[in-house]
């Protein structure tokens, strides 16, 4: 998994002192169904599993679950952070989701 950090992205994320063996986990799931679905992005602290999938980006470490990989694509991910909306994940071809928490 290749995961690019915006710098804004890694100041947020560097002030919130990670403590060992902790991770930041994405995750994704489809919500809603038919013709109208979206996809959630998550993201928290949790402890590697052995089915994750791990790196780190700028000494940040990052898991995410086999299924989640499989709705984000294998192209990689660019997470940025904005004031207004929170964490943004994009691929190189689109946005997959904005206005993400992270939750604690």
Do not use: W
Request: proline share 4%; with cysteine; net charge negative.
């Amino acid at each position: 998994m290749k995961m690019v950090l915006t710098d804004t992205c890694f100041e947020q994320l560097s002030k919130m002192h990670i403590p060992d063996p902790k991770c930041v986990r994405l995750s994704a799931e489809y919500e809603g169904g038919g013709c109208s679905c979206t996809l959630a992005v998550q993201m928290r602290l949790d402890e590697q599993t052995a089915d994750d999938i791990y790196t780190a980006t700028k000494g940040i470490p990052f898991i995410i679950d086999k299924t989640s990989q499989m709705l984000l694509g294998d192209e990689g991910f660019e997470l940025d952070f904005r004031n207004i909306s929170g964490y943004v994940l994009k691929t190189p071809n689109e946005t997959l989701a904005y206005g993400i928490q992270f939750e604690r």
